[in-house]
């Protein structure tokens, strides 16, 4: 069994970047900025943007956040992002979600410049992305491309059952495992939670990739020896000897399911770390016009 260490890998892809900000700064541009928008005093919310800006300053890009209160109107918030879309100083930004409920999220996805959506969730980013257009990739799948990539694990032909069924996880990570190239060229099972018999997909999996949000649901006898486990899970839960009180579990039982797998990534620092890395991909795109010529 190996581990697959996110932590190396976004701790790589992040020095390739920062190369690349110093030799864009060296021919005299400005860095790739980023911006946020956060509705709300969400906690999960704000530690996500925390560590977003963090990102950006270990890589030398600019980013700035947008706070907004949750009694903001609808039309407000439209607004706010049209100043945005506008702003020639602000390669790509992200609304951070969940937005309040009197919000109507897709409105607002959909608001995005297609240019600056480095979140990958825009209608037009999501339909170039499934018809191999240069898109910008929700930064979870895209995590696991690069994974996937940078341990060259092979993928063609193999069975790969993604378990999930959301616009941020599981529909574009079935999409983009089905797509030819490596990593790629799978032949993809996508289950959810209407799905019966759970363990006879999973038995049959070659590649097995959790989006469930449910802690340690996948056990031992669910997973075929030999095979790549996934887990895009993180579960806060209270535990009394962790220092801060809590700790983090994916949606695999690791400490049973690991033995059984040739590659496993652990949580936390298994596909978290990688997220991060792909929003930097994308605005360091954004900044340089590569998916949407400028
Ligand atoms: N909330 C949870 N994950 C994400 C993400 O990747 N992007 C945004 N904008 N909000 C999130």
């Not at 976004?10 to 700064?25: F, L, Y």
């Not at 005299?28 to 969400?42: E, F, M, S, T």
């Not at 945005?84 to 410049?113: C, F, T």
Request: proline share 6%; charged share 20%; net charge negative.
């Amino acid at each position: 069994m190996e581990l697959l260490d996110g932590k190396k890998i976004a701790d790589a892809v992040k020095a390739e970047i920062a190369a690349e900000v110093q030799a864009m700064q060296a021919q005299g541009q400005r860095p790739p900025c980023l911006a946020a928008v956060i509705v709300g005093h969400d906690g999960a919310s704000e530690t996500y943007v925390g560590h977003k800006e963090r990102a950006c300053a270990q890589v030398g890009f600019k980013s700035t956040v947008v706070r907004l209160e949750d009694n903001i109107t609808e039309a407000q918030l439209l607004a706010e992002l049209e100043a945005l879309n506008a702003n020639p100083e602000i390669d790509g930004y992200i609304v951070q979600l969940p937005l309040p409920r009197h919000i109507d999220e897709q409105k607002v996805l959909s608001a995005i410049a297609p240019h600056k959506d480095v979140d990958g969730f825009h209608p037009e980013n999501v339909g170039r992305m499934v018809t191999g257009l240069p898109a910008y990739i929700s930064a979870t799948p895209d995590g696991i491309m690069e994974l996937l990539r940078r341990y060259q694990i092979p993928t063609a032909g193999k069975h790969c059952v993604v378990l999930g069924r959301s616009n941020i996880v599981g529909r574009p990570m079935a999409n983009l495992l089905s797509q030819k190239g490596q990593p790629g060229d799978c032949t993809v099972t996508m289950c959810h939670s209407r799905t019966p018999n759970l363990a006879e997909h999973t038995l049959q999996a070659d590649i097995l990739v959790v989006a469930l949000g449910r802690a340690e649901m996948i056990t031992a006898d669910m997973v075929k020896p030999g095979a790549v486990v996934i887990d895009v899970g993180i579960t806060r839960v209270a535990c009394p000897t962790a220092k801060n009180g809590w700790k983090l579990l994916g949606d695999v039982k690791f400490d049973e399911v690991a033995p059984k797998c040739s590659y496993i990534t652990p949580v936390p620092g298994g596909v978290g770390p990688l997220t991060i890395v792909s929003l930097l991909k994308n605005t360091l795109k954004a900044a340089k016009g590569e998916v949407y010529q400028q």
